[in-house]
């Protein structure tokens, strides 16, 4: 057996032929030629990026005009300003007061008038204040609480559990 320590034999390596001056200057020639091209293609894939971009600004822009022009009327417009993120604030509404009980105050006025012995005319007034106390307000009874939806597991379980107690009481004979 061979020891970690041991170095392998070395394989045969590959030598470079040598080139001739014909080929090392195609080799040259070669290599410019894929460095241009390597440079067109870079600006390609910029000039493309730089048209994506603009495609997905207007798309953007587009979709916001949409839903612009949508919006309530009573809302306007307003100017873009420049983004800013803040994170929303919980504000807590304050409860709306409860309106006054009114009182509903009506006033009669009776006049009589005399027919008596008596030559001046003389006239009565009788003032008479009502108040109307209003109804009190029954409130409707609440509603009864929703049943739990049953799955179809829970039906057939207690489906099970009635053959259960129907075949227990048959054999012994409780109810």
């Not at 390609?44 to 919006?71: G, N, P, S, T, W």
């Not at 006054?100 to 007034?125: F, G, H, L, P, Q």
């Not at 609480?145 to 107690?165: G, H, W």
């Amino acid at each position: 057996m061979t020891d970690p320590t041991e170095q392998p034999e070395p394989t045969e390596t590959k030598t470079k032929k040598p080139r001739s001056e014909k080929q090392l200057a195609i080799l040259q020639e070669a290599r410019k030629k894929a460095l241009e091209v390597r440079k067109q293609n870079a600006e390609l894939r910029k000039a493309e990026k730089e048209i994506e971009k603009a495609e997905k600004e207007k798309q953007l822009k587009e979709r916001k005009e949409k839903v612009a022009r949508y919006k309530k009327p009573q809302e306007e417009p307003q100017e873009e300003p420049p983004e800013v993120w803040e994170e929303p604030v919980k504000v807590k509404a304050k409860p709306k007061p409860k309106p006054k009980a009114r009182k509903v105050v009506k006033k009669v006025i009776e006049v009589e008038e005399s027919e008596t012995d008596s030559s001046s005319e003389e006239e009565e007034e009788v003032v008479v204040v009502k108040k109307r106390v209003p109804k009190k307000k029954t409130q409707p009874a609440p509603a009864p609480a929703p049943q739990p939806k049953i799955s179809a597991e829970d039906i057939l379980r207690m489906r099970r559990q009635d053959n259960y107690n129907r075949l227990y009481n048959s054999m012994f004979k409780l109810g």
